[in-house]
């Protein structure tokens, strides 16, 4: 290394899961202090849904108890604090709502600071990282006024990045999409194997059209493949599983429990709690769970494993900012906070966070029954089903997607279907949607 080259220190070697957040910690504390010079410099009336926040804090013992002492219990040291006096980029919850109050206008993008480049796409994950992996932040991301209010705030933004002024992003600035660097990782991402097409050989839009065509940010993110680019595996062949979401895998668990303790370290899958408590949730225990997650660059909308008919089809509403507390100060074998702690705990939102449940029952009587979970992680929680009870669909058809991003899904077999061969997660690419992903025997 030359004398004039940075060293990286240990500890932002942290692998974050679907590249959600920048894997060197620096390109995130970097972004979030341009964040918090730019707030601070410019103080703004705060929107009316986080008014609504304050008065919520302020107005209720236990909330205000969580959201003053989770800062406080974030350590005053590096690399959590700004300074070598120990501190805290994010003050208060004062200090949170206004940095909330200025994403509230503003779409994920890209940081380009000090000569690292890296995607901050959930940005009020980024604001909220250190303070929810600690007790505190445990207990206040648990708690369901808190959830309710996290809703409102979300949907306000959401509203934004389905506007036409959230589309800014969608060029090739420095810390663009388009940009040089964001145009590599989006068709890096989305070749698998040894294809080399390029962003619009792949998605529908328009390259010379303003924002490539978008009309806004979430027009954007749930774009849509070119129908030839992701053929569906198998057509008539009901024995071969396709791939739901174009993803990663993740985990592959057998002989799963109706309930378990999906909050421990090895976040073992808890059906019950997964599936909120339906009624069909008998029917899989001691079954099958295939579970992969979405990188940010990718696709985002779902497509059928099976050819069947939708038996059930719903959102639940859950957590939106819990992560698990043994990535926390709170595990005492662990003094420090997981940089990437909600991200790298997939297996316990599975059971937490806001999630979409679609119940098929399979043409193939090899399969029967089966369930598809759409998992909604941090600020991406907003799931669409897009099929209703009593349809039938094709192996391959869309059935929903995820707005404003992506998390995970999960895919749940009965006990006795011989159901195998699914990508191990040393994988590294993603596994493309409607692809071959998994058999099973008649």
């Known amino acids: 290394m030359s004398s004039n080259q940075e060293?990286?220190?240990?500890?932002?070697?942290?692998?974050?899961?679907?590249?959600?957040?920048?894997?060197?910690h620096r390109v995130h504390k970097e972004w979030l202090n341009n964040i918090i010079s730019h707030v601070d410099e410019n103080p703004q009336e705060l929107h009316p849904v986080l008014q609504e926040f304050k008065e919520l804090i302020e107005g209720n013992t236990r909330v205000y108890l969580l959201f003053s002492s989770m800062f406080e219990q974030v350590?005053?040291?590096?690399?959590?604090?700004?300074?070598?006096?120990?501190?805290?980029?994010?003050?208060?919850?004062d200090h949170m709502l206004q940095l909330l109050n200025h994403l509230m206008t503003t779409a994920p993008s890209w940081s380009d600071q000090s000569q690292r480049v890296g995607l901050v796409g959930l940005p009020i994950n980024a604001v909220l990282d250190w303070p929810m992996g600690t007790p505190s932040g445990f207990a206040a991301?648990?708690?369901?006024?808190?959830?309710?209010m996290l809703k409102k705030v979300l949907n306000a933004w959401g509203e934004y990045l389905t506007s036409p002024d959230s589309a800014s992003v969608l060029d090739d600035s420095a810390s663009g999409w388009f940009s040089e660097t964001g145009a590599k990782d989006l068709t890096a991402v989305a070749n698998v194997g040894s294809t080399s097409y390029k962003?619009?050989?792949?998605?529908?839009?328009?390259?010379?059209?303003?924002?490539?065509?978008?009309?806004?940010?979430?027009?954007?993110?749930t774009r849509l493949f070119r129908e030839d680019v992701r053929p569906v595996a198998s057509p008539d062949d009901d024995n071969v599983i396709a791939n739901a979401c174009e993803s990663k895998p993740y985990?592959?668990?057998?002989?799963?429990?109706?309930?378990?303790?999906?909050?421990?370290?090895?976040?073992?899958?808890?059906?019950l709690d997964m599936l909120a408590q339906d009624d069909l949730a008998e029917q899989f225990v001691g079954g099958t769970v295939y579970q992969a997650f979405l990188n940010a660059l990718s696709y985002h909308r779902w497509h059928a494993p099976v050819s069947g008919k939708v038996v059930k089809a719903y959102v639940v509403d859950g957590t939106y900012y819990s992560e698990p507390l043994f990535e926390g100060i709170g595990d005492p074998a662990n003094h420090g906070i997981d940089e990437s702690g909600e991200v790298t705990g997939q297996g316990y939102i599975t059971a937490t966070a806001t999630r979409a449940i679609i119940f098929f029952q399979a043409d193939n009587p090899a399969i029967g029954l089966m369930a598809f979970l759409g998992i909604g992680m941090s600020e991406v929680s907003t799931c669409q089903i897009t099929v209703e009870v009593g349809q039938h669909v094709k192996k391959g058809d869309q059935i929903g997607m995820f707005h404003f991003g992506g998390s995970t899904h999960c895919l749940l077999f009965r006990k006795g279907v011989n159901v195998h061969g699914f990508p191990g997660p040393e994988r590294e690419e993603n596994v493309p949607v409607r692809s071959k992903l998994a058999v099973v025997d008649a």
């Open 7 to 24: 060293e990286i220190p240990k500890e932002h070697h942290v692998h974050r899961t679907g590249k959600w957040l920048p894997a060197d």
């Open 75 to 93: 350590p005053s040291k590096k690399p959590y604090s700004n300074d070598p006096t120990g501190h805290r980029q994010i003050h208060d919850y």
């Open 141 to 148: 991301f648990l708690d369901p006024d808190v959830n309710a």
């Open 199 to 221: 962003f619009e050989e792949m998605f529908h839009c328009d390259p010379s059209a303003k924002h490539h065509g978008y009309k806004s940010w979430d027009d954007f993110f």
């Open 251 to 271: 985990n592959t668990a057998t002989d799963v429990k109706l309930r378990d303790k999906f909050w421990i370290k090895g976040q073992p899958y808890s059906i």
